[in-house]
């Protein structure tokens, strides 16, 4: 019997779109070792401060790959697939909102 990977929620990723070590260093420099949503918005990341490494960031689309965007910054597994196929400024839009909540801000 032969099955189809996606029937499991298995994706491969097309030729040229995992990043090298390298570029994860980069995405890691620009957030001080930690997750994007942790840095910019502490406290909505389950991270809570905690150092991602190459081994454990995620590289996150600014834009999905399917609609043309290639730009990435670093995540953890669970912000990225909170995350989902929602471009960043959509997903900020549910973050802010968290960091009000949780922060107590009315403005």
């Not at 994007?36 to 401060?49: F, L, T």
């Not at 790959?65 to 400024?89: I, R, T, W, Y």
Request: proline share 4%; glycine share 8%.
């Amino acid at each position: 019997m032969n099955y189809d990977p996606s029937d499991f929620g298995v994706t491969f990723l097309a030729a040229g779109r995992s990043k090298t070590k390298e570029q994860k260093l980069v995405m890691l420099a620009e957030t001080e070792g930690k997750c994007w949503v942790d840095y910019y918005y502490p406290g909505v990341c389950p991270q809570k401060g905690r150092k991602l490494t190459v081994n454990t960031v995620i590289a996150a689309h600014i834009v999905a790959h399917s609609k043309g965007g290639d730009d990435c910054v670093g995540m953890c597994a669970h912000c990225n697939a909170e995350q989902g196929v929602l471009p960043l400024e959509e997903y900020e839009l549910i973050l802010k909102h968290r960091y009000k909540k949780i922060n107590k801000i009315t403005a």
